[in-house]
């Protein structure tokens, strides 16, 4: 019987870390999000649909007590506020900041919006709510570029 030569066992042991570094683990219960955000972007006017996605996200990420993904609660609470749902989406606005404190400052601004304090100290924000779930339609702007005066020279008033 040969013996195992020790080369062997060292590169076989490297390619059996490197591959497992490589398997894929989920942190969070993504549940059907990739499949309903692409339909939502396919066709924008089902927002039912899409909001039945995010809830089933929401609702499974929960009970099985696990992290439910950055983002999903502050795009639902966007959702409930496209369907006038104020409060409802400020109760969803303050999980995802005390969820994911990294967005904070953006979700306290989100929770003004949907407060009716549309403005912060310095005035500049606010959050348009579509009117309608209509899709729109693409409009191309033509940007018209003005030519100098001939009299007009580089460096001269």
């Not at 989920?26 to 990739?34: H, I, L, R, S, V």
């Not at 749902?85 to 400052?105: G, H, K, P, Q």
């Not at 919006?113 to 209509?134: C, L, N, Q």
Request: aromatic share 10%; with cysteine; proline share 7%.
């Amino acid at each position: 019987m040969k013996p195992i030569r020790l080369p062997f066992v060292l590169w076989s042991v490297l390619l059996l870390l490197f591959l497992s570094g490589c398997a894929s683990s989920t942190k969070y219960a993504w549940g059907n999000y990739e499949d309903a955000l692409f339909q939502h972007y396919k066709t924008p006017v089902e927002l039912g649909t899409y909001q039945a996605a995010l809830e089933a996200v929401i609702k499974n990420a929960e009970r099985q007590q696990g992290k439910v993904p950055p983002g999903v609660y502050a795009e639902y609470g966007y959702l409930l506020m496209i369907n006038r749902r104020a409060n409802d989406a400020v109760r969803y606005y303050m999980l995802e900041r005390d969820t994911w404190v990294e967005s904070e400052a953006f979700m306290n601004k989100m929770i003004a919006v949907a407060r009716g304090e549309s403005r912060d100290d310095a005035g500049t924000f606010a959050v348009p709510v579509p009117a309608t779930t209509e899709p729109l339609e693409k409009e191309v702007i033509k940007e018209e570029i003005a030519e100098p005066a001939p009299d007009q020279q580089k460096g001269q008033p």
